[in-house]
């Protein structure tokens, strides 16, 4: 009994220390941060046997913001995600393709200060393009050849995320998190999921 009283009373000390070292968040002003991390396209495009994919990427975003309130920031960011590819191979042809994605987005945080310190909620809209690089090999009858072309589009989209944030001190901090990006560069099967660890400086 009395070791059950003593790890509870360790628990509370830990959650204590916590919420102290959340509780000395900086109100009003404007910080920038870095984040860095794995990104998984989730591309709805038609697969058939023979088709190779490959869509785990790197992905960075940078961004500067205001905190208006403890709980509450407005913060826009520049996000570069690394490449996906797809190869379709028969006794004929070669066809592949690798797109890549980058842009802007505008983002609004909420944290859940009372709930759980550090917890935030964000979500927000994107302007990104996406470029293709597509590559068509192709041999019959003796004849053979290649074609290359690249295209690319422009659009908006919107973000969701979840994430939690720890402050080493007053002006810096650290966090980790999941976002959401829906409809990249106006592409409704283009979405990726970033998986996210960052850093943040406080003025």
């Known amino acids: 009994m009395k070791k059950m009283q003593l790890l509870a009373a360790g628990v509370l000390s830990v959650v204590s220390v916590t919420a102290s070292a959340q509780a000395v968040k900086s ?18 495009v038609e697969r ?12 960075f975003r940078f961004g500067g913001g205001y905190q208006f309130t403890p709980n509450f920031s407005v913060e826009m960011g520049y996000f570069r995600i690394g490449a996906t ?26 944290k859940f200060s009372n709930v759980l310190p550090g ?6 809209i994107t302007q990104a393009k996406l470029t293709e690089d597509a590559h068509y090999e192709y041999r019959d009858l003796g004849f053979s050849g290649s074609v290359s072309e690249r ?10 995320g979840l994430g939690y944030e720890y402050d080493l001190s007053e ?5 980790g998190g999941y976002t959401r990006y829906e409809d990249l560069a106006g592409h409704s099967n283009a979405d990726v999921n970033f998986f996210a660890a960052g850093l943040k400086y406080r003025f």
């Not at 058939?48 to 790197?58: C, L, Q, W």
């Open 85 to 110: 590819s797809v190869e379709k191979t028969d006794h004929f042809s070669r066809d592949s393709a690798k797109a890549r994605v980058s842009g802007f987005d505008l983002t609004a945080s909420y």
């Open 48 to 59: 058939s046997p023979g088709t190779i994919e490959k869509n785990d990427a790197g992905m």
């Open 27 to 44: 109100g009003q002003g404007f910080y920038v941060g870095l984040e860095g991390g794995a990104a998984h396209y989730d591309l709805d």
């Open 171 to 175: 002006i810096v901090s650290i966090n």
């Open 151 to 160: 295209a690319s589009k422009s659009g908006t989209g919107y973000l969701l």
């Open 119 to 124: 917890l935030y909620f964000k979500g927000g």
